[in-house]
């Protein structure tokens, strides 16, 4: 993995079904309304209270991730409409070691669909194939049961139990590490 910004590509990328996109200012509503639903800050690391600033804040944060090579977030978008979906980034991208973790959320509305499968999917290819990525993580809490299918559906080897491992909503969590390799893409 190469320490240079990150360009990904400005189309976006996309299996015909869903596309995945940078943030733009024109998100930030829809991006805030999405994350108001109760079960988005219980798993991740979204806060309970997201507004505006907070919306506006993780803009600015993808524009330093992308020009230091270390974070790539994108929006999950409808293929075909563009409406808001979710989201999936690549988190701690480390080139000594070719690790990264990645993480996802999807809108309320649009679950069950196999937006976060296809779009953690592509994601990881393009990890893989122009980050010279070698190994990507996901640490999922136990009780959430849709991202573990999620983790499974796109070919990720669950490896174990991590206690105690992140501080969510307030409180350490154990977190079930999970990882994909080049060759175990689904």
């Excluded at 805030?32 to 991740?44: F, G, H, K, L, S």
């Excluded at 499968?117 to 136990?142: G, N, Q, S």
């Excluded at 991202?147 to 559906?153: D, F, H, I, Q």
Aim: hydrophobic share 40%; with cysteine; proline share 6%.
């Amino acid at each position: 993995m190469s320490p240079r910004p990150i360009e990904f590509p400005v189309a976006g990328l996309s299996d015909g079904v869903v596309t995945l996109r940078l943030m733009s200012e024109a998100d930030v509503p829809a991006i805030v309304a999405a994350v108001q639903d109760p079960e988005i800050p219980r798993y991740t690391r979204v806060p309970e209270s997201y507004g505006s600033d907070e919306a506006r804040q993780w803009q600015r944060m993808t524009s330093t991730g992308l020009r230091t090579g270390s974070e790539l977030p994108t929006l999950i978008v409808d293929a075909d409409d563009g409406r808001l979906l979710g989201a999936v980034g690549l988190h701690n991208l480390d080139p000594e070691s070719g690790r990264c973790s990645a993480g996802y959320w999807v809108a309320a509305d649009e679950r069950r669909r196999g937006v976060a499968r296809r779009a953690l999917t592509l994601l990881c290819r393009y990890a893989f194939d122009e980050l010279d990525v070698k190994r990507i993580e996901l640490w999922i809490e136990p009780g959430n049961a849709p991202s573990l299918r999620v983790a499974k559906a796109a070919g990720f080897a669950r490896e174990g139990l991590l206690r105690s491992f992140m501080h969510i909503g307030g409180r350490r969590r154990d977190m079930l590490m999970y990882s994909l390799l080049p060759d175990d893409l689904a």
